[in-house]
């Protein structure tokens, strides 16, 4: 079999970060990633491809063997579950909080919570340890809108900065978990490719030291 790995990258904000830590792991695109509308690359390495991917499928590729290794946010590795892949570094680029968010000084309803998100399976998973009952409203983008135009109580997203939370008013009440981005490998690749696999995730290993 063929030891050539292909590793699944998100498109937008953690790419930016992704590329330095490859490089330093001297695994360089011979295109320009971000001005590229390609979306499969080769590198300076023969053995390494990349893929250019919406950053919530990337689990998914990984998943099903489309892609040997992934870099993704553990927002979306935790709302899809993590089945067939293995988590194996905390790269530690783009850390932020998973938060739920609303007014402040807006008491919560006694009735049912209504919670909007991007995050459905880490909001019910989130809730129902607490045994909190609320409704999920699921929504793709804009959630700090929600609560300002009455669609939802509050919100659950990420949050770095704060600012977009401050700038829509709202405030930041508590934290679900810690988010940076991870690198995962497909379960099956690391069986039947496993020299290959394992050299690569410890040049990304030492990359991040
Ligand atoms: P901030 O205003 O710095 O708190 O950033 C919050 C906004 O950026 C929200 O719209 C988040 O969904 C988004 N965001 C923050 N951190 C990340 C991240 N690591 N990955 C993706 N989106 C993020």
Do not use: W
């Amino acid at each position: 079999m063929s030891s050539a790995l292909t590793i699944a990258l998100a498109k937008g904000r953690i790419l930016d970060e992704t590329l330095p830590l490859l490089a330093r792991a001297g695994i360089e695109p011979l295109d320009d990633l971000s001005s590229s509308r390609k979306l499969v690359f080769s590198t300076n390495d023969p053995n390494i491809n990349l893929v250019l991917i919406r950053s919530s499928d990337v689990p998914t590729y990984v998943q099903y063997g489309a892609a040997d290794l992934g870099i993704a946010g553990k927002d979306v590795l935790a709302e899809h579950g993590g089945e067939g892949l293995y988590e194996r570094v905390d790269l530690k680029i783009a850390p932020c909080k998973m938060m739920t968010a609303g007014f402040a000084e807006r008491p919560l309803p006694r009735t049912r919570l209504k919670v909007a998100t991007k995050y459905p399976e880490i909001t019910r998973r989130f809730f129902l340890e607490q045994g909190r009952q609320v409704e999920l409203i699921k929504l793709y983008g804009s959630m700090e809108l929600a609560p300002v135009v009455g669609l939802a109580d509050i919100i659950v997203d990420l949050v770095q900065t704060g600012n977009t939370l401050k700038a829509n008013g709202l405030t930041p009440l508590e934290t679900i978990m810690d988010i940076s981005s991870r690198l995962i490998v497909n379960r099956a690749a690391l069986k039947m490719k496993n020299n290959a696999v394992r050299a690569l995730v410890e040049r990304i290993e030492t990359a991040v030291e």
